[in-house]
């Protein structure tokens, strides 16, 4: 048989540059690579973005309404770090009768604390992530799924360590973004954050003095959000500033869920944060019947390159057994909205 020889760090770059997927240098692509992250709390954040990718201030608005407005960039503004505000979260994944899954999606289209469901091409078909206020909500949706008809089987898979979570594409793929750690926990903002918060979630303002607009809908000085908008972004509590994606708009078309286990789970796991085709990279809970740990988000701009991605991941990670949960639809995909039951 054989030996699988692990390949050094500068081999491994060399793979990682040689297999990642490259976009024509024109304008439109160059919004794109630059637009979805490091955003500027600035108060003409689009101008400074203009100067980096050679454009004007109006080019660039004009460009990201545009691709705002084609259903490309799905969703702008801050992505928040759920647990540094206090939230807690899991991944649930669930055996579902084939003839129940559609109900079963209906109902959670109107609870807000489910932002993501996926039928995925396995038994355990259907795979959904619950982020609420505190454990005992949490646990509140997780049993109410639990007993809906046509569950055969539910579990659920926490976090325990996060190695990558940076969904870009294109361009902005391949730098890598700052590594979570998870352990502890943020206190809730303060009210004044809180409400600075519920403004940046809603719709941010695409046009030249974004935060002059924030700050009068948040009834704040534009120099007070900024500042305070600008610690979170230092501390973490904004992990991501800038546009998501409808990555298969984007031309990314084929994604795969891949859940891995074996006796090096923290070695690949860092191996597989450092590929720019791997959005999402975590270590995980096991549960009874289910022992995979090691759980690694792919996209690619067709099968071919995809064959070719879980080639390398396997050369990465000799000896590790894994199995793909290949997307068969969305079910639901939004965004998590924050401290909207502190309204009066």
Known sequence: MMETTMPSGNDKTQMIMNDTDHMPDKLRDRVIGRIQTDFPVDERPFRLLAEDISCSEDELIESVKSLVSEGIIREFGPVFDARK???VSTLAAAVVEHDRVAELAADMLVIPEITHNYLRDHERNLWFTITARDNGTLKAVFERFKKFPGVKNIISLPVTK???IRAVFGEAAAHKGRVLEYETRNE?????????????QENFPIEPSPYKTIAKQAGMEENEVMAIVSGWVVSGIIRRFGARLNHRRAGFTTNILTAWKGNETDSWGQ???DLPFVSHCYRRATSEGWDYDLYAMLHATSEQHMRKHLELMKTLAPGARFIQLKTIYELKKSAMKYFLEDIL
């Open 85 to 87: 505000l206090g939230y």
């Open 162 to 164: 996060t190695y990558k």
């Open 188 to 200: 809730h903002p303060a009210p004044k954050g809180q409400r600075i918060i519920r403004t940046l």
């Open 271 to 273: 191996f597989f944060a």
